[in-house]
């Protein structure tokens, strides 16, 4: 029997809203694409059982053709989201030549505090009974009163001191490694490739092609890439290419998208050099789109080498392009 697609989930450690395509934890949202959303929904109405490829795809590609890469592309995808490791996984395991299977405990979403389901347990404390009331003589309030001021404004000033001395060392050393300098010079993030195809219908195409290129430039001597999960972090979040760079310590940029019309797919792509935000290369490519997995490996091999020449061949960081 199949969960009502408006009931929030709990998903391992994940809190799952299929209404909004939301996943979030931990104060961390991200939107899910509707399809990759629709699998994770199939995987965890079958918790525990061996969901094949077959029956994926018609829950998650109902009416459209697609190849099992599809499949596989979103399970990479998601995997990516929820931070599992597909050599040890804890929420999707690869079942071979039979299909995916969750592992991780599903069941509805209810709020909890302190480890108990549902409201809030409230503890009142209360005296012993039969104690004694105990009853203070004015002079002596007044010299409680007085110590805990003393103390309290001593507690006050060391704190203020202290906070002084962190925020000195903390700004010390983020503007150290924040430097430029500081940064290995032949160092690239890939961000996410948008899709920017009609409805997104090909956004694993995307975001395959951009773990392709993650793969490829990182086996190139003395190029320093983030790792995929890494870079998937920033995925559909808006903030500054400068930022992000700084963030993963790195000097260069890498991002673009990909949109298919037809037959025919064109991905463009375009390296920043982001300390000035300089567009030192871009390029397009116009492939036939048949073989998804051979195109990323093609186009992947073909960006790598641009790349690596244009980092290698930049004479000098701090002047704009000609």
């Known amino acids: 029997m199949e969960r009502p697609t408006n009931t929030i989930l709990r998903i391992g450690d994940w809190r799952v809203d299929p209404s909004s395509g939301e996943l979030s934890r931990s104060g961390e949202t991200t939107r899910l694409e509707a399809r990759t959303m629709r699998l994770l929904l199939c995987l965890a109405e079958r918790s525990g059982e061996v969901v094949s490829i077959e029956e994926l795809l018609d829950k998650a590609w109902s009416g459209v053709t697609v190849s ?45 505090i302190d480890g108990q389901t549902g409201s809030a347990t409230t503890v009142t404390m209360s005296e012993p009974a039969g104690s004694a009331s105990i ?16 103390i309290g404004g001593t507690l006050g000033v060391t704190l203020i001191l202290a906070f002084l001395l962190y ?16 940064l290995p010079q032949k160092s690239i993030a890939v961000l996410p490739f948008l899709d920017l195809t009609a409805d997104m219908k090909e956004e694993e195409f ?25 870079s998937f972090y ?12 700084r963030t993963l310590g790195v000097v260069y940029v890498l991002d ?18 982001a300390e000035n935000g300089y567009v030192i290369w ?28 244009s980092i290698e061949g930049t004479p000098n960081a701090d002047q704009p392009p000609r």
Not at 71 to 79: E, P
Not at 135 to 150: A, E, F, N, Y
Not at 234 to 245: D, H, L, R
């Open 256 to 273: 673009g998208s990909t949109r298919q019309s037809s037959n025919s797919v064109r991905i463009a792509a375009r390296l920043v050099r």
């Open 282 to 309: 871009s390029e397009t490519y116009d492939r036939p789109f048949v073989d998804r997995v051979a195109l990323q490996d093609e186009i992947a091999g073909e960006l790598t080498k641009a790349l690596r020449a």
């Open 167 to 182: 925020r000195g060392i903390s700004l010390k050393n983020h503007s150290a490694q924040g430097s430029p300098a500081a």
């Open 68 to 112: 099992s890469d599809s499949v596989y592309q979103a399970v990479a995808s998601l995997r990516r989201l929820l931070g599992d490791d597909p050599k040890q996984p804890t929420y999707i395991a690869t079942v071979p030549r039979l299909g995916y299977r969750m592992l991780a405990t599903v069941g509805p979403w209810t709020d909890s």
């Open 135 to 150: 009853v203070h003589k004015p002079s002596d309030s007044r010299g409680r009163s007085s110590l805990i001021w003393t």
């Open 234 to 245: 920033f995925k559909n979040k808006k903030i500054p290419v400068a930022e992000i760079a």
């Open 206 to 230: 995307a975001d395959g092609l951009t773990e392709e290129i993650i793969d490829k430039l990182s086996k190139v001597p003395g190029i320093r890439v983030p790792a995929s999960t890494a």
